[in-house]
């Protein structure tokens, strides 16, 4: 007989990070590990099966799917990135979990526009009716800038 698995929706933020699945599993194991141990790490079984901008669909053993939720609520970093992955739902299928993250998606995910202040270059991320978040282009290290639309309009 075959343990039954369970398939755990969590939702990426910030939105642009774009992570890869590899990235995200060995993030995700080692946020298991450090937590509960090397055991029950292998017993939870964790494997992630799919991956885009802001949702990723992780399976475990079921009876496991707690520890998990709270293990991906320990990571903070990707890449020496900051992230953060939130457990939204739990399914016994993924065909269920990829129709509620359509039912989940506000619009497309904002694409990156250029912009310059003074000298300095950055990304800028628009989110209709809320914020816009702005990246300096260029350093290893980024500083991460919160403005609103009506900011960007007076400059």
Not at 67 to 87: D, F, H, P, W, Y
Not at 142 to 150: G, I, N, V
């Amino acid at each position: 007989m075959r343990d039954k698995k369970r398939y755990v929706l969590a939702k990426i933020t910030p939105a642009w990070a774009c992570p890869e699945t590899k990235s995200l599993y060995l993030v995700v194991q080692e946020a298991i590990t450090s937590l509960w141990g090397d055991v029950i790490a292998a017993g939870i079984q964790m494997a992630v099966v799919y991956g885009d901008r802001e949702f990723c669909i992780i399976r475990c053993r079921r009876g496991c799917e707690d520890r998990l939720a709270t293990a991906l609520s320990t990571v903070s970093c990707l890449n020496e990135q900051g992230i953060s992955l939130r457990s939204y739902a739990v399914s016994g299928t993924i065909h269920a979990l990829k129709r509620r993250i359509e039912k989940c998606r506000k619009g497309p995910v904002p694409a990156a526009k250029e912009l310059v202040i003074g000298e300095r270059t950055f990304e800028a991320y628009y989110f209709p009716g809320q914020k816009v978040d702005v990246l300096e282009k260029g350093f290893k290290s980024r500083e991460l800038l919160f403005l609103t639309e009506t900011d960007i309009e007076e400059m």
